[in-house]
T-cell receptor
């Protein structure tokens, strides 16, 4: 089954404790992206990647890192999480990143930083 | 001003009703437009793309008005299963697939 998977789905952590949220897709997509969703706001892009070893900042990259060492994986790293990073996070992928491509979203990771 | 604005709702309608959502976008150079559906904090799923000529998919009709920079979604004969949040989504650049999301309009269909 074609899908985007994320782990963990739920995470409660404390300020300053490094964490990684994994994202993997099995559709051989070139483009991958991370979003966060907060109440009253639309999904906002954190980082995106057009292909292996090619990443760039989205609209809200502060406090996050990413890497793209393999085509299928695009982990999101919070080196020193803070309470304002409490949010619902979605990973997405699309075939080539073209502007008409459909983006497929993972199931989401609900992160709470205390 | 937000790049994509939607009425947050909620829209409470009975089964069988027709309901319409509007969305406005600020970037006149935007290239592609979509409606996504999101159920109760689950992942967004593409409902339909929106074309300049307007397009229909069963009970759903989407329209784009570039001159006024707004997008609409019409749902006819509402079903209980249509209850969800509808996200208006715009690609502003025409380049890579960057999506700008509206905050969503919540629809509740009741018996």
């Amino acid at each position: 089954e074609a899908q985007v998977t994320q782990n963990p789905r739920y995470l409660i952590t404390v300020t300053g404790k490094k964490l990684t949220v994994t994202c993997s897709q099995n559709m051989n997509h070139e483009y991958m992206s991370w979003y966060r969703q907060d109440p009253g706001l639309g999904l906002r892009q954190i980082y995106y990647s057009m292909n292996v070893e090619v990443t760039d900042k989205g609209d809200v990259p502060e406090g996050y890192k990413v890497s793209r060492k393999e085509k299928r994986n695009f982990p999101l790293i919070l080196e020193s999480p803070s309470p304002n990073q409490t949010s619902l996070y979605f990973c997405a992928s699309s075939s080539t990143g073209g502007y008409t491509d459909t983006q497929y979203f993972g199931p989401g990771t609900r992160l709470t930083v205390l | 001003r937000k790049e994509v604005e939607q009425d947050p709702g909620p829209f409470n309608v009975p089964e069988g009703a027709t309901v319409a959502f509007n969305c406005t976008y600020s970037n006149s150079a935007s290239q592609s437009f979509f409606w996504y559906r999101q159920d109760c904090r689950k992942e967004p799923k593409l409902l339909m793309s929106v074309y300049s000529s307007g397009n229909e998919d069963g009970r759903f009709t989407a329209q784009l008005n570039r001159a006024s920079q707004y997008i609409s979604l019409l749902i006819r004969d509402s079903k209980l299963s249509d209850s969800a949040t509808y996200l208006c989504v715009v690609n502003p650049s025409g380049g890579y697939n960057k999506l700008i999301f509206g905050a969503g309009t919540r629809l509740a269909v009741h018996p």
